[in-house]
């Protein structure tokens, strides 16, 4: 789903449940090689809601702030809900890991 999804579902008066995953930038390719370039100027995503005139956005940080946003975003069905989750930039899988080192030898 892309951001402009959003204005979609303002229109047409949907009630999705968007979580965005903010990692501060490219954690895929921080992975892989770090450096500045993988690092993003920071954005409100949860600030989206006031942006479109609908929808209620959470800024979570803590796994009791999200289980607590998605009770309230199940209970909000007038317009969309975007949950903001920010991660540590280093956070990541097992499973990334193990792609980001293969694909890492090939850099």
């Not at 199940?74 to 975007?82: D, I, K, P, R, V």
Request: proline share 6%; glycine share 6%.
């Amino acid at each position: 789903m892309t951001g402009m999804e959003l204005s979609t579902a303002v229109r047409y008066k949907l009630n999705p449940i968007v979580i965005v995953l903010n990692n501060a930038g490219y954690g895929t390719e921080r992975q892989m090689q770090d450096g500045p370039y993988n690092d993003v100027v920071p954005w409100q995503y949860h600030r989206l809601p006031e942006i479109l005139g609908a929808g209620r956005g959470f800024l979570i940080h803590t796994e009791t702030e999200l289980d607590q946003a998605l009770a309230a975003a199940e209970q909000h069905t007038e317009s969309f809900c975007l949950l903001e989750v920010r991660l540590d930039p280093q956070d990541r899988s097992p499973a990334l890991q193990r792609l980001a080192e293969r694909l890492a030898k090939n850099i």
